[in-house]
């Protein structure tokens, strides 16, 4: 009895420590949409790190919005197996729908494609001691891996009322939302 006691604490310890040690970390598999040969998450990341924040540092919001991220904080929050999407990636997912006229009804929260993305607002990149958040339900703003020099990157955005999908680059301290994609083998 002892020796079974004693195997059965064996096979079990590691999986009793690893989950107190990773009790903060996310979990490995997540819920996401298959889009041509690309698997995106289907919800906006909500990963506490420094310099990520809740729409108005409110937590109502995390639920369905997600946090806001610097530039430097979404490209380290990934978890393993995934990455922040490069602008060619976003603009593959686009071109499957049609381009960047047609495309967003199929990618808006409600569409068909099973993404959902949300217009989830901004935290402005701003020297004000106090934290300015915009556009919540107006505007989505989504980053992108794709630099532009040393203060901006890219990012696609999108307004309520509007059609499009717009790229643009935006200074890496604004408070964007995050979406990964899943690593392929060989890329």
């Known amino acids: 009895m002892i020796q079974l006691f004693t195997l059965w604490a064996l096979l079990n310890l590691g999986s009793f420590h690893s989950s107190e040690k990773n009790s903060n970390q996310p979990p490995a598999d ?10 995106w998450m289907s919800f906006n990341w909500d990963y506490p790190t420094p310099k990520s924040w809740y729409f108005d540092n409110d937590s109502i919001n995390n639920k ?13 929050a990934a978890p393993p197996g995934w990455h ?20 967003l009804p199929y990618l808006l929260e409600g569409g068909s494609s099973g993404l959902n993305l949300l217009m989830g607002g901004n935290k402005s990149a701003n020297i ?30 999108f307004e309520k009322g509007n059609p499009s999908i717009i790229k643009n680059t935006y200074r890496r301290a604004n408070g ?5 994609i899943r690593n392929q083998p060989g890329k």
């Not at 997540?30 to 698997?39: L, T």
């Open 30 to 39: 997540f819920p996401s949409v298959r889009i041509g040969d690309q698997i």
């Open 64 to 76: 369905k919005y997600g946090r806001l991220y610097f530039y430097s904080n979404a490209m380290a």
């Open 84 to 103: 922040l999407p490069s602008i060619e990636e976003w603009q593959q997912l686009i071109d499957y729908y049609g381009g960047d006229a047609k495309a």
């Open 128 to 157: 004000s001691p106090t934290d300015i958040f915009n556009f919540k339900d107006e505007w989505g703003f989504y980053w992108t891996s794709t630099p532009d020099g040393e203060q901006t990157a890219y990012a696609i955005h």
């Open 176 to 180: 964007f939302s995050v979406r990964y």
